[in-house]
């Protein structure tokens, strides 16, 4: 499978809860398969989503296409706006 969502069940914020939310309904709406990965089971998964976006203070959620950085929910959420989330994903 191509996209990855890396988020977590773990978190206090109820920003990342609400931005994964949202995430996960707008691929659902658009009938986009996705893998969720949880980084709250291992610190290795965390560091794994965080080498591959190229930012050592990345939070979740974050979207991959494979080993691809796609971006955060900001970056999502624009691609949203601008009915571009096939190009954000690099499906298209």
Not at 42 to 70: H, I, W
């Amino acid at each position: 499978m191509g996209i990855k969502l890396y988020y977590t069940t773990v978190t206090a914020s109820r920003t990342v809860k609400s931005q994964q939310a949202e995430m996960i309904r707008i691929l659902d709406s658009k009938s986009i398969q996705y893998e969720l990965v949880d980084i709250s089971v291992g610190g290795e998964l965390r560091d794994e989503m965080r080498s591959k976006a190229g930012n050592p203070t990345a939070v979740p959620p974050q979207l991959f296409n494979e080993d691809q950085y796609c971006g955060n929910y900001e970056m999502f959420s624009e691609a949203v706006e601008a009915d571009s989330v096939e190009q954000f994903l690099k499906l298209a």
